[in-house]
């Protein structure tokens, strides 16, 4: 019986561990902070640059509305505006509804630009929400 309860454990541990370091679709590389994308819009430098929300609001001046990347309607509607925009722009997605580690809209929109073929894909990093990342350090805002 301590053998059986034993092995049990033991692949509960090794699941628990392997479910836990999942890895993200995102590298680190293709976070961009807050702070960097403000200065690409204060200095105008958003040519190459298309900025998507994928979250409940649109907050950064500049950005395409898509709405909660979570819904499978918006996803399409992701893909959709994303199917005439070249490869080679940098695309930034961003949500702010919560921190991006436990954001349910990220994931699924990151690894819709990931299989699109975007090279640079990234994802605002925001590891509190956007009020407190964005909004409260007075970076340009629609409002």
């Given at each position: 019986m301590k053998y059986i309860l034993a092995?049990?454990?033991?692949?509960?541990f090794v699941?628990?561990?392997?479910?836990?370091?999942?890895?993200?679709?995102w590298t680190p590389k293709q976070l961009m902070s807050t702070e960097d994308l403000a200065k690409k819009i204060e200095n105008k430098q958003t040519d190459n640059l298309v900025i998507i929300s994928i979250g409940p609001d649109e907050v950064i001046p500049g950005t395409i509305?898509?709405?909660?990347a979570n819904n499978k309607d918006n996803l399409k509607k992701l893909k959709s505006k994303l199917k005439g925009i070249s490869k080679d722009k940098e695309v930034v997605i961003y949500c702010g509804c919560c921190p991006f580690d436990r954001c349910p809209n990220v994931r699924p929109a990151f690894t819709a630009l990931k299989?699109?073929?975007?090279?640079?894909?990234?994802?605002?990093?925001?590891?509190?929400?956007?009020?407190?990342?964005?909004?409260?350090?007075?970076?340009?805002?629609?409002?």
């Open positions: 092995v049990v454990m033991t692949f509960l699941t628990n561990s392997v479910t836990a370091q999942k890895a993200e679709p509305f898509i709405g909660p299989e699109m073929g975007f090279k640079n894909a990234r994802l605002l990093d925001i590891p509190h929400n956007i009020k407190v990342d964005w909004l409260d350090k007075d970076y340009p805002s629609t409002d």
